[in-house]
């Protein structure tokens, strides 16, 4: 970090702290955020290309002491509800369902009692496997599979990956991320098929969640899930066909899966377009989560619902972590 980014970081920490003394601007206010993964490491979960994407323990843990100084952590269906507490409401959701939402996540929350929903892609389900980025990036950082990586990118006919150094550092890390935001312009599909080919790949990341570890965190009381799809493709250049099936097929695996799964889907899109929107409405959804957004309002679109996402960066210091969600208002 230079010392412009520096000085930035300060003055927005400085900001969010100063914020936190003037009159309550949250009374009555919903929000839903969304997370991924929560690494058992924070200096692995610190690395550029993961920063946006993942949280440590001690950042996860920050986040959730900082929250509960501010809102209440509720469920899903509880922050959807019309409220006017003096303190506003905030649900977390977790996207993928990670093994590391088990293992690192869950245990916070449970000490916390602090309820949360996670949206898993059915297929994926105690399978090898994950979304595009993790599948890439994670076999690019641990360079034995890079070579593999390269060639089936290259095959594809999608942008070729920097080629890790012998001992991939941050300088590398940042050069992943400014990959990643490349291919967010590449095809979709091209990459969730490259994924796909790359999952059995030795050492690549596992999806993690088994069905006996859902059944067993749903018993639990403070965890419920909703479905986010079948695979890890964005729904906007398929098929009505194949949409319809996406949704249909994933919320049944859950129906055999929970005794109570979450009636909301999540959209694998950042921001669904009118078109998959009613697709999804078609299929008997009339709630679903987008990838972004802001606060919940009256005017919010119940099939387009937005989502705060949370950073590593964000999430570790309390006063930018105020400083950004008012910044969502």
Not at 122 to 144: N, Y
Not at 244 to 271: F, G, I, K, M, N
Not at 289 to 299: K, V, Y
Request: a neutral charge; proline letters at 9%.
């Amino acid at each position: 970090m230079n010392g412009l980014d520096l000085a930035q970081d300060l003055a927005q920490r400085l900001r969010g702290h100063w914020r936190r003394s003037l009159a309550e601007p949250l009374w009555g206010r919903s929000a839903i955020l969304v997370l991924h993964r929560v690494l058992p490491s924070e200096q692995d979960a610190r690395l550029p290309h993961r920063a946006p994407w993942c949280l440590g323990p001690e950042s996860f843990e920050r986040l959730l002491v900082a929250l509960c100084d501010v809102a209440r952590l509720v469920s899903l269906p509880t922050a959807m509800a019309t409220h006017h507490d003096p303190k506003a409401r905030i649900a977390l959701t977790f996207d993928d369902g990670w093994r590391d939402n088990i293992e690192t996540a869950i245990p916070l929350l449970e000490h916390y009692a602090i309820p949360a929903s996670i949206f898993v892609n059915t297929a994926w389900l105690g399978r090898p496997g994950g979304h595009w980025r993790e599948v890439i990036g994670e076999g690019l950082w641990q360079a034995h599979a890079a070579p593999r990586i390269r060639e089936a990118m290259g095959d594809a006919g999608l942008p070729l990956p920097p080629m890790p150094p012998l001992n991939p550092d941050d300088a590398y890390s940042r050069a992943l991320l400014a990959y990643f935001m490349q291919l967010g312009q590449a095809n979709p599909q091209r990459l969730a098929d490259v994924a796909a080919q790359l999952c059995d790949e030795p050492g690549l990341p596992h999806h993690g969640i088994d069905p006996f570890s859902m059944r067993r965190l749903e018993s639990g009381g403070l965890v419920r899930f909703g479905a986010r799809g079948v695979d890890f493709t964005a729904f906007e250049p398929q098929s009505e066909e194949r949409i319809r099936w996406q949704v249909q097929r994933s919320r049944r695996t859950l129906a055999r899966l929970c005794h109570e799964p979450l009636p909301v889907l999540a959209y694998p899109d950042e921001h669904p377009s009118a078109r998959v929107q009613q697709i999804v409405q078609r299929c008997g959804i009339q709630a679903a989560l987008a990838g972004s957004g802001g606060w919940l309002s009256h005017r919010s679109n119940p099939l387009a619902l937005p989502r705060i996402a949370i950073a590593q960066p964000v999430a570790h210091s309390p006063g930018r972590l105020f400083d950004y969600l008012l910044g969502q208002l």
